[in-house]
């Protein structure tokens, strides 16, 4: 009989012991669950202040304003011939035209800095050059056109006849490689400036 209550003793002093840790580990990851809903909502609280702030940012606005003028363009333009990725020719745009903010792109419709004649137009503007890898800036010729969608199929055209070569290519390094490579700009880091 003694055996008995001493393992009935025994066995009583587990029972608090197991309930302290069944609460402790309740308490526990009750506790991890509103850390974690706590770090998901100052996220979500952080990005949606993030977006606010560049969606009434004007520069965002007027640069996200550039790219769709780009955009529907070139990927008509894409899907029509196949031959100049659209991602391209917005980076293209982005960098030659400073967001469209350069004078050639207002006066003439020109973002890409094509130089030469478009239907017998042009304009004359100084351009940066890299010669033996100096910097020098020159006068040159570029082609005026009377729009964007203009101005994008006459890229499109001569980037294929003179840069690209081929048609169907879906990786925007290698577009980029190609144009640096077959010297579409003097600049030695056209191709990482355009990726």
């Known amino acids: ?17 197991i309930a302290f840790l069944i609460v402790f580990g309740t308490v526990l990851l009750l506790f991890g669950v509103y ?28 640069h996200q304003k550039f790219i769709k003028q780009v ?8 899907k029509q011939n196949q031959q100049v990725l659209p991602s391209v020719v917005i980076a293209q745009a982005i960098l ?23 239907n017998g137009q ?7 050059e890299y010669i033996d890898n100096k910097r020098v800036t020159q006068v ?23 840069f690209l ?3 169907g290519i879906t990786d925007y390094k290698e577009e980029a490689e190609l144009l640096q490579k077959n010297t579409y700009a003097t600049d030695p880091k056209y191709a990482k400036k355009t990726n």
Do not use: C
């Open 96 to 118: 030659e035209s400073d967001w469209g903010k350069s004078k050639l792109y207002q006066n003439a419709y020109n973002p890409f800095g094509i130089k030469g004649t478009y």
């Open 1 to 17: 009989m003694k055996s008995t209550k001493t393992r009935h003793s025994n066995s009583s002093i587990w029972y608090p012991i």
């Open 122 to 128: 042009s304009i004359s503007y100084n351009t940066d």
């Open 35 to 62: 850390k974690v809903r706590q770090h998901i909502n100052q996220q979500r609280l952080l990005e949606n202040e993030r977006k606010f702030n560049r969606e009434n940012d004007p520069v965002y606005q007027q």
């Open 140 to 162: 040159g010729q570029f082609r005026k056109y009377p729009d964007l969608q203009s101005a994008i199929e006459d890229h499109n055209q001569a980037l294929y006849d003179k």
């Open 165 to 167: 070569k081929k048609s």
């Open 71 to 78: 955009a529907e363009p070139a990927v008509a333009q894409y």
